[in-house]
């Protein structure tokens, strides 16, 4: 039996969302969450049977045609035509562990009732999550400002037996889906369809899956430093706490500590023929990923507030006995947040590639690209291109989608956030940061090779010693994208306190 998460009113902490997904949690609708989704839909019904007044969505059309009223009788079918017009999504799929996000987070929105849909409707989404069955969804159609229509339509079809799904590692269509299973694709109602579109729960999705990846990287980040800070020998004295606690931002104090955490029972400051100075990419390990560390709190905090908010409209407030037409969709916030999240991590990857410029360079008593008989053997010289041209790549995708804006559904919807593209972007950019970083691992530990009279601590001893299991020296020439894969591969499952990594 799988360990149950019970939706309510309970704020989900990014840490939570990582153990619910990591753990295989199955979600249920909790008592005061059933009973507040019931009671915002009995009072939007009964609003709309005793008041033709217009309501945004629910009896007229949408964007530019907020004005065009739509016949009571018509209603239902405003919601179906209102998902299939708008599953408009192109591009590269969504992947599934993202989409199983998506649904979460949906969930958990809806579950607050202002939505004003059917429980059964929300069931229907736990049912989802909890069978495992990920609509296709893809990575292009969403201007971050009304909605992720284009993504959660892609979702929503799904609920009505339209679209495709992955069932059981298979792409079938969401009616063999329904058939096989023996359910009966959702009708929708008043109201659902545009509850299901509009809300943000695709740029959120990919910004906690971000901010907890970027945090892990970030982990890897200083580990893979104090190895590199090893190989190089380098000064132990720009990572003295005296020099942090003038200068203190936290994640700058933060890192200093972790490192002299890895090096502890380390002779490194005991080793002769120090230079006076190290290049800045080993003396400013505390300022640059310190500051990647304070960005990472402000995006988890952003992330952490808008999946524990309603992002759909029109709002509906039962007690209040009102229904408020406003803009809780639009995804500044988020945009401005997964911009900042792929610079900071750009960042990791960028100082990172100078360490491993520095390591193969033949200083300090290493040989040249750290193999034997340079010249007959190339070493590592080529893996170097390979972090740089990853680092340009990072740069040019980490200018700000935020600052960009179109109009969209004739004036409209005059301004955007264009968070989607952020959030796709910074998606590439954290993968792009892991295999940087596992090329620095890999040219690291290689370079250790030369440094056999070197006691390091117990912990980085560890690493070198697992990673070894992966990863023998490098005597002569071989095929290099093994190793930098296998090194990737290590980062992913190598196991670490989750503790230490502070999600």
Same mark, same amino acid.
């Given at each position: 039996m799988?360990?149950? $998460?019970?939706?309510?009113s309970e704020?989900?902490?990014?840490?939570?969302?990582d %153990?619910?997904?990591?753990?295989?949690?199955?979600?249920?609708?909790?008592d005061?969450a059933?009973?507040r989704i019931?009671?915002?839909?009995?009072?939007? $019904?009964q609003k709309i049977?005793q008041?033709n007044?217009?309501?945004y969505?629910?009896n /007229?059309?949408?964007?530019?045609l907020?004005?065009?009223?739509?016949?009571p009788e018509?209603l239902?079918?405003?919601?179906?035509?209102l998902?299939?017009?708008?599953? *408009?999504g192109?591009g590269?799929?969504?992947p *599934?562990? +993202?989409?199983q996000?998506?649904l979460?987070?949906k969930i958990?929105?809806?579950?607050?009732?202002y939505?004003?849909?059917?429980l059964s409707t929300?069931?229907?989404?736990?049912?989802?999550?909890?069978?495992g069955i990920?609509?296709?969804?893809?990575?292009q159609?969403? +201007?971050?400002?009304?909605?992720?229509?284009?993504? +959660?339509?892609?979702?929503?079809?799904?609920?009505i037996?339209?679209g495709?799904?992955?069932?059981?590692e298979?792409k079938?269509?969401?009616?063999e889906?329904?058939?096989?299973?023996g359910?009966?694709?959702?009708a929708?109602?008043?109201?659902?369809g545009?509850?299901?579109?509009?809300? %943000?729960?695709?740029m959120?999705?990919?910004?906690?899956?971000?901010v @907890?990846?970027?945090?892990?990287?970030?982990?890897?980040?200083?580990?893979i430093?104090?190895l590199?800070?090893?190989?190089?020998? *380098?000064?132990?004295?720009?990572?003295?706490p005296l020099?942090?606690?003038?200068?203190p931002?936290?994640?700058?104090?933060?890192?200093?500590?972790?490192?002299? %955490?890895?090096?502890?029972?380390s002779?490194?400051g005991?080793?002769?023929?120090?230079?006076v100075?190290?290049?800045y990419?080993f003396?400013?390990i505390?300022q640059?990923?310190?500051?990647?560390?304070d960005?990472l709190?402000f995006v988890?905090q952003?992330?952490?507030t808008e999946?524990?908010s309603?992002?759909?409209?029109?709002n509906?407030?039962?007690?209040?006995d009102?229904?408020?037409?406003?803009?809780?969709f639009?995804?500044?916030?988020?945009?401005?947040?997964l911009?900042?999240?792929g610079?900071? *991590?750009?960042e990791?990857a960028?100082i990172?590639?100078?360490?491993?410029?520095?390591l193969?360079?033949?200083q300090?008593?290493?040989?040249v690209?750290?193999?034997?008989?340079?010249g007959?053997?190339?070493?590592?010289?080529?893996?170097?291109y /390979?972090?740089?041209?990853?680092?340009?790549q990072?740069k040019?995708?980490?200018?700000p989608?935020?600052?960009d804006? @179109?109009v969209?559904?004739?004036?409209?919807?005059?301004?955007?956030?264009?968070?989607?593209n952020?959030a796709?972007?910074?998606f590439?950019?954290?993968?792009n940061?892991s295999?940087?970083?596992?090329?620095?691992?890999?040219t690291?530990v290689? !370079?250790l090779?030369?440094?056999?009279?070197?006691?390091?601590?117990?912990?980085? %001893?560890?690493?070198?010693g697992?990673?070894?299991?992966?990863?023998?020296?490098?005597?002569?020439?071989?095929?290099l994208?093994n190793?930098m894969? !296998?090194a990737?591969?290590?980062?992913? /499952?190598?196991?670490?306190?989750?503790?230490?990594?502070d999600?």
């Amino acid at each position: 039996m799988n360990p149950v $998460h019970y939706i309510s009113s309970e704020p989900l902490s990014l840490s939570r969302v990582d %153990t619910l997904l990591s753990q295989g949690f199955t979600l249920e609708i909790s008592d005061d969450a059933a009973k507040r989704i019931d009671d915002n839909y009995v009072y939007l $019904h009964q609003k709309i049977d005793q008041n033709n007044a217009p309501i945004y969505g629910i009896n /007229t059309g949408f964007g530019s045609l907020c004005d065009t009223a739509v016949d009571p009788e018509h209603l239902a079918q405003l919601q179906t035509n209102l998902v299939r017009s708008h599953a *408009c999504g192109m591009g590269e799929e969504v992947p *599934c562990e +993202l989409v199983q996000l998506m649904l979460l987070l949906k969930i958990q929105s809806l579950s607050y009732g202002y939505s004003a849909v059917a429980l059964s409707t929300v069931q229907r989404l736990v049912d989802f999550y909890n069978h495992g069955i990920y609509p296709v969804v893809y990575q292009q159609g969403s +201007l971050g400002a009304s909605g992720d229509l284009a993504p +959660l339509a892609h979702i929503a079809l799904a609920l009505i037996g339209e679209g495709q799904v992955y069932y059981q590692e298979q792409k079938i269509s969401a009616q063999e889906l329904h058939q096989k299973l023996g359910w009966t694709p959702i009708a929708l109602q008043a109201k659902e369809g545009l509850a299901l579109l509009n809300g %943000t729960q695709f740029m959120s999705a990919y910004g906690v899956y971000g901010v @907890i990846n970027a945090k892990r990287l970030s982990y890897w980040a200083d580990l893979i430093a104090a190895l590199s800070l090893e190989a190089f020998n *380098c000064n132990e004295q720009p990572f003295n706490p005296l020099v942090h606690y003038i200068r203190p931002h936290q994640g700058q104090i933060q890192t200093a500590e972790r490192i002299r %955490t890895f090096l502890e029972g380390s002779d490194l400051g005991a080793q002769p023929d120090k230079k006076v100075q190290d290049p800045y990419s080993f003396r400013c390990i505390p300022q640059v990923h310190g500051a990647t560390k304070d960005t990472l709190k402000f995006v988890a905090q952003t992330m952490t507030t808008e999946i524990n908010s309603v992002t759909d409209n029109p709002n509906v407030f039962a007690h209040e006995d009102v229904v408020i037409s406003a803009g809780n969709f639009h995804g500044q916030p988020l945009a401005l947040a997964l911009d900042y999240l792929g610079i900071a *991590c750009a960042e990791l990857a960028s100082i990172s590639e100078r360490r491993t410029y520095q390591l193969i360079s033949g200083q300090r008593g290493l040989p040249v690209f750290l193999v034997a008989h340079p010249g007959l053997n190339s070493g590592l010289m080529i893996a170097q291109y /390979t972090a740089a041209s990853i680092v340009s790549q990072n740069k040019q995708m980490a200018s700000p989608a935020s600052v960009d804006s @179109i109009v969209s559904s004739n004036g409209q919807e005059d301004h955007v956030s264009m968070g989607a593209n952020a959030a796709t972007k910074s998606f590439k950019i954290l993968d792009n940061v892991s295999s940087v970083l596992a090329i620095e691992l890999m040219t690291a530990v290689q !370079a250790l090779e030369f440094r056999k009279d070197r006691r390091m601590s117990e912990f980085l %001893t560890q690493v070198v010693g697992a990673l070894r299991k992966e990863i023998p020296p490098l005597v002569e020439d071989r095929i290099l994208h093994n190793d930098m894969m !296998a090194a990737k591969r290590f980062m992913k /499952t190598f196991s670490m306190d989750s503790e230490l990594i502070d999600l």
